[in-house]
């Protein structure tokens, strides 16, 4: 992943992940700093450090949330194999942020067949039961803090080149980084001064933002009231509402969106009527199962990943299928100057409105795929890291580093074949292209992209940028 801008925000960014697992595999020894970024002899600094890498470590393990044991037990496996930190250490570290519960992973579920876990939860929900009832089990899982951008900057694990920008709301210089990126669909950024400040809201810096409906609720220090209203209709309410009419300041929440997960679980998105506040809820399910009917009856079927949809619509001024970044199929051999067309495209797209690029995708609609094209990446990373680095490195190389803000790189699944999807966003100045020893100005005609000569570049700035 490394770094991902949305409307010119850093929303996401793995580049001191990237570090510490290098540090790990290449057994290279951990800096001890203080908070001054100077190195330190304190114990207290030594475990903050441990802390921060462990607490990295854990969150970036898939499913991390289904499998604690797996997690702790692949983090200390690799910590004792580098040899920097001795295994009591790493058990202190654990057990500071260990607690115990009866929301239960997978990982513990699959581990005890013998207990009716869905008996349980009915139990719990039915009589208020409480998670120190003698006749309840409980898992141990691990609460580690996020360490943020602040922190690791600090400390000098993060050697990102972080810029500061206005907080949109209040005019504050922030850092653009992640911890400052609301969690909304916007992706604005927010100082920790206005995220303070909506603490009325639910307590969440983002929800308020317009965007997709949220599908995960944190109400903290307000609660959800339910209202009967007559024949089969509830209101569901919030207190301390801002601009609510009602005489008991109390805010009527409206369902904005419906989720179902893999897991069966229900989500109901909530916006508030008066305020625009954000929140969900979580109904129990039967059996932890549900089905979502059509108007026959019928159990709907999950709509397949967006790649289909995309190829489904075919090339156009918006989308367009590229077999590969680096495997020429017709030679069936390496050939770098693919990675030509690949920029000239991201390039025609920031001069227009944006675009979508599917890399792994041929001329004919078929899914094939970048599986090849990671076979032949230069240097270790031969995986989807490696291409997305490669890609990044392309736009900073021949379009140029202030470019790569807007452009999105991710991964999806379509069968068993994995997609690039670059997602590119107008660019807000005309965008100059490195292409084949010449600098040259591309535009969208079409389907295709296509390079302007002098006259038609100027006339086409004008229209667009002046």
């Not at 992940?17 to 908070?35: C, H, Q």
């Not at 854990?58 to 580098?82: Q, V």
């Not at 997978?106 to 009716?116: C, R």
């Not at 009832?133 to 080149?161: M, Q, R, S, W």
Request: aromatic content about 10%; overall charge negative.
């Amino acid at each position: 992943m490394t770094k991902k801008y949305v409307n010119g925000n850093l929303h996401s960014c793995d580049e001191c992940l990237i570090d510490i697992r290098y540090k790990l595999k290449s057994k290279i020894e951990f800096p001890i700093n203080n908070v001054n970024n100077e190195p330190s002899d304190e114990s207290s600094d030594r475990k903050l450090i441990l802390e921060m890498i462990i607490s990295k470590l854990f969150h970036n393990i898939d499913g991390w949330m289904e499998r604690p044991k797996y997690a702790k037990t692949k983090i200390m496996t690799d910590l004792i194999n580098h040899g920097q930190f001795a295994e009591d250490e790493m058990e202190s570290v654990f057990k500071g942020y260990e607690y115990e519960t009866t929301d239960f992973s997978d990982e513990f579920i699959q581990e005890h067949p013998e207990i009716d876990f869905i008996e349980i939860w009915k139990r719990l929900a039915m009589t208020g039961m409480t998670e120190e009832y003698p006749n309840v089990p409980t898992e141990k899982k691990y609460n580690f803090p996020t360490f943020g951008c602040a922190l690791l900057i600090a400390v000098g694990y993060c050697k990102a080149d972080v810029e500061a920008l206005p907080c949109p709301d209040c005019d504050l210089e922030i850092q653009n980084t992640p911890e400052n990126c609301t969690w909304g669909y916007e992706r604005d950024l927010v100082c920790p001064k206005c995220v303070n400040e909506r603490a009325d809201e639910f307590d969440m810096k983002g929800l308020v933002r317009k965007g997709n409906p949220p599908h995960h609720g944190h109400w903290t220090t307000q609660e959800p009231e339910l209202v009967y209203t007559g024949t089969d209709y509830f209101s569901i309410l919030h207190p301390f509402c801002k601009k609510s009419p009602r005489e008991d300041g109390k805010g009527v929440m409206s369902v904005s969106g419906v989720w179902i997960d893999d897991c069966g679980r229900v989500t109901l998105s909530l916006e508030c009527t008066f305020c625009g506040a954000r929140n969900a809820l979580k109904p129990f399910t039967k059996d932890g199962e549900i089905s979502l009917l059509n108007e026959s009856g019928a159990v709907w079927k999950r709509t397949e990943s967006r790649i289909y949809e995309l190829i489904e619509g075919g090339e156009n001024e918006r989308v367009e299928f590229k077999s590969s970044m680096r495997w020429d199929y017709k030679k069936s051999s390496l050939n770098k100057d693919l990675e030509h067309e690949i920029t000239r495209t991201i390039s025609a797209f920031l001069n227009l409105s944006g675009g979508i690029l599917l890399i792994g995708v041929d001329d004919f609609g078929n899914a094939i795929g970048i599986e090849k094209d990671l076979k032949v990446l230069g240097g270790e990373k031969k995986n989807l890291d490696g291409f997305g680095l490669q890609l990044t490195e392309l736009v900073n190389s021949y379009l140029g580093k202030e470019y790569r803000k807007f452009v999105c790189v991710s991964f999806e699944m379509a069968g068993e074949k994995n997609i690039c999807v670059v997602e590119i966003d107008k660019s807000p100045k005309p965008a100059f292209l490195e292409y084949k020893g010449k600098t040259v100005f591309v535009v969208r005609s079409g389907n295709r992209s296509q390079i302007l000569d002098a006259k038609e570049q100027d006339n086409y700035i004008k229209m667009h940028w002046k």
